[in-house]
């Protein structure tokens, strides 16, 4: 059975910084994508960063871009999610996904496509 572990969620002043871990365990194949989505309050869920771990190719919604950076640990069946130059608009719980096998990274990522779930992790940015 899969699971996902995600930590370091956490409260941070604007233009700070947060590392997202996610701890996955149970995957019976290599081929998987994982990644993590966001939801504020009042909002839809949305896909943020995901990672192929096959092929590497790497999906960042517009609003992250050039301030997040998502990274993979093939042997851990981990991935890190560094958060930089944090907006208020950032606020949400942070969950992080996975699908296995991975036939394709989709762009935008859907909630939908994916089967294994975090349980979220909370990040506050404050003005």
């Known amino acids: 059975q899969v699971k996902l572990v995600e930590s370091g969620g956490g409260s941070v002043q604007a233009g700070g910084s947060l590392r997202l871990s996610c701890a996955g365990s149970?995957?019976?194949?290599?081929?998987?994508?994982m990644g993590w989505f966001r939801q504020a309050p009042g909002k839809e869920r949305e896909g943020v960063t995901i990672i192929d771990f096959g092929g590497g190719g790497k999906y960042y919604a517009d609003s992250v871009k050039g301030r997040f950076t998502i990274s993979q640990d093939n042997a851990r069946d981990t991935v890190y999610l560094q958060m930089n130059s944090l907006k208020p608009e950032d606020t949400a719980m942070y969950y992080c996904a996975a699908v296995s096998p991975c036939a394709r990274l989709g762009t935008p990522p859907r909630d939908y496509e994916y089967n294994h779930w975090g349980q979220g992790t909370q990040v506050a940015v404050s003005s």
């Open positions: 149970g995957f019976s194949y290599s081929s998987k994508c």
